[in-house]
């Protein structure tokens, strides 16, 4: 069951990204509005740094990077939660929990908001997701598979 209201997520395509490549670099920035419940979603060949430069970004760090990289077996879509460290509001623990909680929200967020994308290489809707849980506690920065794009598929 999806999750996504589709008219809450803003896209954006920035650095010659397109809704059909490219490939790689090919870097997702995602933030929100605690006040609205929007999404705003940023593809391009490096990372929104003005996306993320806002007060509450910086202090909540609570934003979802991600991105697609070269493998031996093919492209896979790597995504990055930063969870403790450097200005973070809350602890490790809630923090953790937050992002396992949202992150289904926030996949389906980057799927549906590039969806040219994954029509353009649809072989990519079945590449792996890795996330990085980023932590200065070691038993909170795994690196997890979390399926493939198409698991994220807002039907």
Known sequence: MSRLRPEKLHVRFTDGATGDG??????????????????????????????????????????????????PDGLALHVHCHVSGGLVLGTA???DAIFRRELPL???????????FFAAHPELDRAPIWVHFHASQPRYRPVERWGTPADYTVR
């Open 22 to 71: 490219p490939t790689v670099p090919r870097r997702y920035t995602l933030t929100h509005s605690d006040a609205t419940g929007d999404l705003f979603l940023t593809v391009g060949r490096e990372y929104d740094r003005e996306q993320l430069s806002g007060l509450q970004t910086r202090l909540m760090r609570d934003e979802v990077l991600a991105e697609w990289q070269e493998e």
């Open 93 to 95: 623990a809630l923090r």
């Open 106 to 116: 926030a996949l389906e967020a980057l799927r549906h908001g590039d969806g040219g």
